[in-house]
């Protein structure tokens, strides 16, 4: 049978043939280098003897390693001696791409930089993510997810009006840095496609903290007031952001410009209030916010919160049900969308897991292998770097290889 145009014109993994090293622990650097191999390149994972430390955190560290290291090999290297540097030298020189995010200057100390690392190898891209930018102060401080939130101003937002300031629920800026990285290759990449020379790529978690609050720091640049916590609600606009009660649970919505507003009103049967002089205009809406909160919450508290999406949703009205991760799950926006994929180990187990979250053309997800155990692949690796059987047992026999 005859394939249709869009099956011939299918291409291969965008990244076939790219080969990345993963000197990455927890979230960042290990997220970066898998999301390359989810586009096809092939990832080894540099681990220590002992593993990347998120194998020791307990059970949330097990799921960081099954979310982030999909589709890679691993081999574990004892990276403080002579010949466990040499052999992660090999296989950098082999390799199109390093990532790294260890503490600051570790990669340095065992000669695994990117400028030692690319004086041997002009041709790698070197990206290594830190916690502060270097040229500040910070740079050699360790750098994690929590300290980014609370120093770039985004726990000073995060939170109610009269509360204390709060983290986002999840580890946002180590996952944002990871896409972040990720891109930087892919940018990368191209240009030495022109170039023929790689380069050294850096990204922080503060500045991507900062970066993930583009539009409040443009506006606070320009002039505007120091911005605080509001709970739910934008500041300037209004219904925006509004978290409403409904009979069974919570609706956020936005319906600020006029039209929206005005259709809202229609479709809840309150046209009166389009003329309501508290709620006339936008500006008169927020002056009058707490009117217009508990006119919401008379209007929606009788509704399901699946009832106020359908009836909402339906006439072009911004709103979405404060669901947890059960419901989630359960929602046919994700099992109907396919973002869930098997990640399947060699033994035969697998586990659910998130997929890429865009889709190239008509092409299905990618199903990456499951998260490989410590030093899993290292026979495979070694050898394909050139070690005979006989070397690998030697470094095996050294302690140098798991």
Request: hydrophobic share 40%; with cysteine; glycine share 12%.
């Amino acid at each position: 049978m005859q394939s249709s145009p869009s099956q011939a014109r299918r291409p291969a993994a965008p990244l076939a043939g790219v080969r990345v090293i993963d000197l990455g622990q927890y979230i960042a650097g290990p997220g970066a280098a898998m999301a390359l191999a989810e586009l096809g390149a092939t990832v080894t994972k540099v681990e220590p003897l002992g593993g990347d430390q998120a194998r020791h955190i307990g059970r949330y560290g097990e799921s960081m390693i099954r979310a982030y290291n999909r589709g890679k090999r691993s081999i574990a290297l004892d990276l403080k001696s002579d010949a466990g540097r040499d052999v992660a030298l090999r296989l950098m020189g082999e390799s199109d791409v390093v990532i790294q995010n260890l503490r600051p200057g570790a990669v340095d100390k065992l000669g695994l930089g990117p400028a030692a690392v690319r004086e041997r190898f002009p041709r790698v891209i070197y990206l290594s993510i830190t916690g502060f930018p270097r040229g500040g102060p910070s740079h050699g401080r360790p750098g994690y997810d929590i300290a980014a939130q609370a120093e770039s101003g985004l726990m000073a937002v995060t939170g109610e009006r009269d509360g204390l300031p709060q983290k986002v629920g999840v580890p946002i800026v180590d996952a944002a840095a990871a896409q972040l990285g990720a891109q930087a290759v892919l940018a990368a990449l191209f240009g030495r496609e022109r170039s023929g020379v790689g380069e050294t790529l850096e990204v922080s978690l503060l500045e991507t903290a900062l970066n993930l609050q583009a539009a409040t720091w443009c506006e606070y640049l320009a002039g505007g007031p120091e911005p605080t916590r509001m709970g739910h609600g934008q500041p300037h606009n209004a219904p925006a952001a509004e978290l409403v009660a409904t009979r069974d649970g919570h609706v956020v919505l936005s319906a600020y410009a006029q039209e929206h507003w005005q259709r809202f009103c229609r479709v809840v049967g309150r046209d009166e209030l389009v003329d309501d002089p508290r709620f006339a205009t936008n500006e008169l809406r927020v002056r009058h916010r707490a009117d217009l909160r508990q006119v919401l919450q008379e209007c929606l508290s009788g509704f399901t919160s699946q009832e106020c999406v359908d009836r909402l949703g339906g006439q072009q009205i911004v709103v979405g049900a404060v669901r947890p991760y059960r419901d989630v799950l359960a929602s046919p926006d994700v099992t109907g969308g396919e973002l869930l994929v098997q990640a399947r180990g060699p033994d035969g187990e697998s586990y659910r897991a998130l997929g890429l979250p865009y889709r190239l053309g008509d092409a299905p997800r990618p199903e990456p292998a499951a998260a490989p155990g410590i030093g899993a692949d290292g026979t495979l690796v070694l050898s394909e770097a050139g070690y005979a059987a006989t070397d690998i047992a030697a470094l095996r026999q050294a302690g140098v290889v798991l």
